[in-house]
């Protein structure tokens, strides 16, 4: 009686190992990071890719009107730009260069939310 108690336990059990096996090991991969990420390039009117790049400044601010800058960072000699690890929400993206229009969108970043964003600056001189 004694053998067959531990023989059904066992069975439950191997039935059951699986299971929390499973559980314990796609959970975590489920489980949301809590931050975001954001890459983009930036072109400019009347300059050709090839040639020597302006620098553009990118910022992230929390969108009411009088927040301060949040995240902030300068193109690189392409023209690409990279916000990782962010917080989550709805921001202002603003890119703004010498000689160029200043431009500006809401944004809404998830977790996990990895986006892309290009955008063309147009120079002052055009109407």
């Known amino acids: 009686?004694?053998?067959l108690r531990r023989l059904r336990g066992r069975a439950r059990l191997s039935r059951i190992l699986p299971v929390a096996f499973l559980c314990a090991h796609v959970s975590p991969s489920l489980a949301q990071s809590g931050q975001a990420s954001l890459h983009?390039?930036?072109a400019f009117e009347n300059v050709a890719y090839v040639d020597s790049q302006?620098?553009?400044?990118?910022?992230?601010?929390?969108?009411?009107?009088?927040?301060?800058?949040?995240y902030s960072?300068?193109?690189?000699?392409?023209?690409?730009?990279?916000?990782?690890?962010?917080?989550?929400g709805r921001f202002i993206l603003r890119i703004s260069a010498p000689h160029f229009r200043?431009?500006?969108?809401?944004?809404?970043?998830?977790?996990?939310f990895q986006g892309?964003?290009?955008?063309?600056l147009r120079s002052d001189s055009v109407p």
């Open 102 to 112: 200043t431009y500006s969108a809401g944004v809404y970043l998830a977790s996990d």
């Open 73 to 88: 960072t300068v193109t690189d000699a392409h023209g690409f730009f990279t916000f990782d690890r962010t917080s989550l």
């Open 40 to 42: 983009g390039w930036v």
């Open 54 to 70: 302006p620098r553009a400044t990118v910022e992230l601010r929390r969108e009411s009107p009088d927040s301060a800058v949040v």
């Open 1 to 3: 009686m004694h053998l």
């Open 116 to 120: 892309n964003w290009a955008v063309q």
